[in-house]
């Protein structure tokens, strides 16, 4: 199967694409189906004064790829090819629906995290933001020459827990660093023992990212 992900299904919430004033792309960790992201999609729009139209894609039974991030590339094969395929799809499919490029928000926790990132670094595309919860670039080393030449005017927020025990010790600094090289604009917040999780503050950043992309 060279497209394992290519038929799994998309929930939505909120109004449709071409009705609403902002897109945002939440992707589900390992073993995690996708309605699981609804409450933290809840929590993030809680208070936001615009209609935001959410997708969850899901991934071909709860796993985006099958061995860790810090794996070599083709470890992960085809299911990593997959997954970005999967997400870069949906970016196409709200812009081909009338939404602003700096209207789009594409973000995840865990697997998710790791796949926004490496999604959005890879097509350069200056969307409203990528909120990374607990994740980094893909890869058994950072390779540079795998993403956009620039990246002017993405801005991204990286959260994670120091230690995090699925995230080896500095490839979120080093995932920060990369971007950041490439004119990304990164936020990067580490939490003493915070586990493999997220917190409040993590959330409220998240929140001001929309509220940006609304007001923008």
């Given amino acids: 199967m060279n497209d394992p992900h290519g038929t799994t ?58 061995q860790r991030f810090v794996m070599p590339r083709d470890a992960n094969q085809p299911y990593l090819d997959s997954a970005i395929g999967k997400v870069d799809a949906l970016i196409d499919r709200a812009l081909e629906a009338g939404v602003p490029a700096h209207r789009i928000l594409v973000g995840g926790f865990s697997q998710g995290a790791c796949l926004a ?34 990246l002017d005017g993405l801005k991204v927020f990286l959260g994670s827990s120091d230690p995090d025990p699925h995230i080896p010790t500095g490839r979120v600094e080093d995932s920060a660093a990369l971007l950041r090289a490439k004119g990304a604009d990164v936020d990067v917040r580490l939490y003493p023992d915070l586990g493999h999780t997220l917190n409040e503050d993590e959330l409220q950043a998240g929140r001001s990212m929309i509220e940006e992309v609304l007001k923008s």
Avoid: F
């Fill in 117 to 150: 990132l490496d999604v959005t670094a890879r097509r350069g595309l200056a969307i409203g933001g990528v909120l990374a919860y607990a994740g980094g670039l893909i890869g058994e080393t950072l390779n540079a020459s795998l993403y956009a030449e620039r």
């Fill in 9 to 66: 299904p998309v929930l939505q919430h909120g109004p449709d694409a071409s009705e609403a004033d902002a897109v945002l792309i939440m992707i589900h960790g390992r073993g995690a189906p996708a309605e699981t992201m609804g409450s933290l999609v809840q929590a993030l729009l809680d208070g936001q004064q615009g209609k935001v139209c959410t997708w969850l894609p899901s991934a071909s039974g709860h796993v985006w790829y099958p």
